[in-house]
């Protein structure tokens, strides 16, 4: 192969004038962060409260659950970040369109809540599975014990429940933070579209997306690794996640 | 995938050429017979596998990009197979098969570096840092960094940008000269990144931003295929010196370069450079037809009578 390998571009200044090519990954890799983190809590939060809705008795609720999730995950997270980012725009009346279009950060928070909301779908779905999965005597037993649904869910069905799913929740949250990538289609300078401006600046393409890759493996080895520590330090001895 | 997409196009294409490029052939000659001995690199392949491979861009109007049969066409493309015949001359091949194979911004280094692809045929800039990973053949156009908006906007010069927000497609020249220029004028402008083009483009379209910095005649292509071309309006005043635009080769490969450039150069000066230029940036191209109507410019002009592949826009004047 014809390349000129150069390592040492990484500590060369880059094009833009802050700093280090490195620097310049390294500034992508914490709004990759960043988004990834709000992304997740968003995940977490409304995906908790739409999967809870999917094993309610009620029908409504059922049904908005559904809707909800089929809404979320039959779409590429692609085609959903462009519609939130250039059609929600149009449709608004005039002046909301134009106050959204004017934020400042637009990208990062559109990216933020697009991925979130993507991802609260499959978290939904997981939730509902790991209820499910539970004896249908648990519900019963809170209820003769005279909790109230809520309580029945807070104090018995969750716990447990979560506890169940963790470890297909270590895979999503390492989706959420993978699926930041696909913001640099609004404008969102992560790592992955970083690592684009210095291939393109420095035509060094190799170098700048070996150092993305292993940037993203050794974030990923993080969570995952802390995600262990999680799933230990919550077990309950003598249940099926406990040792 | 790649494979799949290649279309390849047979021998007689080219036959058409032939006659047209007497000053290509004589500057060859003596290239061939000079390194008739051994062939090497890119030549040798060639001459082995009986093939070149052209890299083509998708929507790069009108240097490169695809017709309504999704047949690869423009500015570049017509020059690269002038050069397609010269090295098909040089090597004394009686049929020569041309490959082509789509590229981005991003493959275009690998794919050239890997040897799929012998010639890029596009409008990428030739500057010094790149010229570190690959070569370039003589300039085949120049350009300046501008802005584009809205007519409504009522924008008159950079200064009147202050503060607002401006966008610009990432990892581009353009968009540093941007950064630079915010600095230097104290413009405190939000500037904003977009992936490709007619992305930034659709920026300004729905007033998500009020100016796009791009090279000039990428801009003018852009206003041209839009809903409205007449809403938009391209500053006079510029962010940058014109820049040159190259054919890209394979670095270190000096026998290839030597026949490339000579059939470039051969071509510019003969004066079927500015008929070529004139068929893409003066009449109505496919497959809207549209008209660029963009004059050659008194650089391009100076360029096209004595060729030259510096990186360096000062070259240029």
Redesign the interface.
Known sequence: ????W?WGIFFQPN???TGTYLDMLLSGLVLTLETAALAWVIALITGSVVGVMRTLPSKGATWFGFAYVEFFRNMPLLVQLFLWF?VL??ILPKAAG?WL??L?N??FWTAAIGIGLFMSARVAVQLQAGIGSLPRGQKMAATALGLTTVQGYRYVLLPMAFRIILPPLTSEFLNTIKNTAVA????L?ELT?QA???????????EAFTAATLLYLLVNAVVVTAMRFLERWVAIPGYITGK | MLASGRIILKGDKEVKHFRSIGLALAATFVVSQAGAAELTGTLKNIKDTGAITLGFRDSSIPFSYLDDNQKPVGFAMDICYKIVDAVKKELKLDKLEVKLNPVTSATRIPLMANGTIDLECGSTTNNAERQKQVAFTNTHFLTASRYVFKKSSGLKSIDDLKGKTVVSTAGTTNIKQLTEANVEKKLGANIIPAKDHAEAFLMVETDRAVAFVMDDILLASLVAGSKNPSDYVISKDAFSKPEPYGIMLRKDDAPFKKVVDAATAALYTSGEGQKIYDKWFMSKIPPKGLNLNTPISEGLKHEFAKPSDSPNPDDYK
């Open positions: 192969m014809n390349y000129n150069n094009p833009m004038g250039f725009p149009e134009l279009k004017q400042p637009a990208p640099i289609t609004i404008g300078l579209g684009r401006s210095m291939q393109e600046f420095s035509f060094q393409v190799f």
